[in-house]
């Protein structure tokens, strides 16, 4: 611990589990009623209600999470001892352990955030987690103690974002601290219980290279995207949930020059920009009387008159399609968005349908060719059988013949199959398809040579 002229003034200057201690409110008094042949959960729990009553945990918000954890790893040690358990220190070290998450954290669910191979924690009631590594979902050996305890830990999660959850508001969207996602909805609506949705925010951010050793991409598509990047194209990326959108447009923005002044807007922030300059937005829900929402459309039109040299939408859900198209126009060209759709031809209809949720009624023709205008490039993503997630096309908007967005393939994956051990098989490969914005990124200096383009030429 810190010395004590740098501990809050009358917590830690007492000694840890001593009568005068403010965080203490009785003595350790009396036995615990688990015997001898009592469960390690059972002791634990008990434990962990005799802690709560100790200690005036109210205090525990103005000491550091490190302070705080000393303070409970005192009393419950003193705990232990004082029971003569017959517990080995790593039994011992466990308990501590999940009782400071208990009181401090996540509960059981502070192990799997721990872990950095599972991308998703996905929990279906007190009693089912499911876990994704890999890609691949799998059922989880953790549970909670009872439902009352999966709403306990829920409240922790969304409380702390200053938002409520309860059976007026029974859904809510939250992020933890190290910005993970997490949607919660609960009963009536949830007839299996609390459900609680965790998306994992990489702490490692993920690179071109290691997304080409990953099977994401070619070094070849790798360096066509970061030169529509640097030139300014306006690419819109799409695919279903959990196929990587996020993650590839954290890769993208990086290749974003750092003299520029870039905004990003997004309903839970996530994106991992690595620019000096970015000013970061995030959506508002409506508070308990139903005012005060901000929505993403609201957003983007202010982010306006904020000069950005670029926008970055997180995902395009709404009426603000018709604002991004209208940005996009008008000067903030190499911006980017997401959008979830199942294939190129596909977003483009759903923003036409986002357009129409805005209330003006644009006749078809003059939308597609909004659309035509504003879009350079569509990517679009899949996940595949085998967990992986890959870049399955690039297309770039050619223009407008009659009422059709006409789109030109330049890369696909051609897949091939399955081998014994479940894994697609497949490759990479170039249409022979020029893009038109070939000869516009030449002239700002960024020539990618034709080589690039042509399906003869390997990686």
Do not use: C, W
């Amino acid at each position: 611990m810190d010395s004590p002229s740098s501990r809050p003034s009358g917590l830690a200057s007492r000694p840890v589990g001593s009568e005068d201690n403010p965080l203490h409110r009785r003595g350790l008094g009396g036995r615990l009623s688990a015997g001898p042949s009592s469960s390690e959960q059972e002791v634990k729990q008990e434990i962990l209600q005799r802690v709560v009553k100790l200690m005036d945990l109210s205090l525990l918000a103005n000491l550091t999470d490190t302070e705080a954890r000393t303070q409970i790893q005192a009393v419950v040690e003193r705990l232990l001892t004082a029971e003569s358990l017959p517990y080995n220190i790593p039994t011992r070290q466990r308990i501590i352990k999940e009782i400071e998450n208990e009181i401090l954290g996540l509960g059981p669910l502070e192990g799997l955030l721990a872990d950095p191979t599972i991308s998703d924690i996905l929990v279906n009631g007190a009693d089912q987690i499911y876990l994704e590594r890999r890609g691949k979902l799998e059922l989880s050996n953790v549970r909670f103690d009872s439902e009352r305890h999966l709403m306990t830990i829920i409240d922790r999660v969304v409380s702390r974002v200053g938002r409520r959850i309860d059976e007026s508001s029974p859904m809510v969207d939250a992020r933890l601290p190290d910005g993970s996602r997490v949607n919660v909805i609960i009963p009536p609506l949830a007839l299996n219980g609390p459900v609680m949705s965790i998306r994992r925010f990489a702490v490692d951010r993920l690179t071109t290279g290691r997304m080409i050793e990953l099977g994401t991409m070619t070094a070849n598509i790798a360096r066509v995207l970061d030169a529509v990047v640097r030139g300014r194209q306006n690419i819109l990326i799409s695919g279903g949930t959990g196929t990587g959108k996020t993650t590839l447009l954290n890769v993208l923005s990086g290749f974003i020059p750092a003299d520029e002044r870039v905004i990003t807007i997004e309903d839970s922030a996530e994106l991992q920009m690595q620019q000096p300059h970015v000013i970061r937005l995030e959506t508002r829900p409506p508070n308990i009387e139903g005012r005060g929402e901000v929505t993403q459309r609201d957003l983007l039109r202010n982010s306006l008159r904020m000069r950005p040299d670029r926008i970055v939408l997180g995902e395009v859900r709404g009426a603000e399609a018709l604002d991004m198209l209208q940005a996009m126009n008008t000067g903030h060209d190499g911006s980017l968005a997401t959008i979830h759709a199942n294939s190129a031809r596909d977003g483009l209809t759903r923003i036409e349908n986002m357009v129409a949720m805005s209330g003006i009624n644009l006749p078809t023709r003059s939308l597609r060719a909004q659309i035509a205008s504003a879009l350079d490039l569509v990517v679009q993503l899949e996940r595949h059988e085998d967990g992986r997630r890959r870049i399955v096309s690039i297309q770039e908007i050619a223009g407008l013949e009659g009422e059709v967005i006409t789109m030109s393939e330049i890369f696909r994956f051609e897949r091939e199959g399955l081998d014994r051990d479940g894994k697609v098989l497949g490759h990479f490969k170039a249409t022979g398809v020029v893009p038109r914005f070939h000869e516009q990124l030449r002239r700002r200096g960024l020539d990618l040579g034709l080589e690039v383009f042509d399906p003869t030429q390997g990686d």
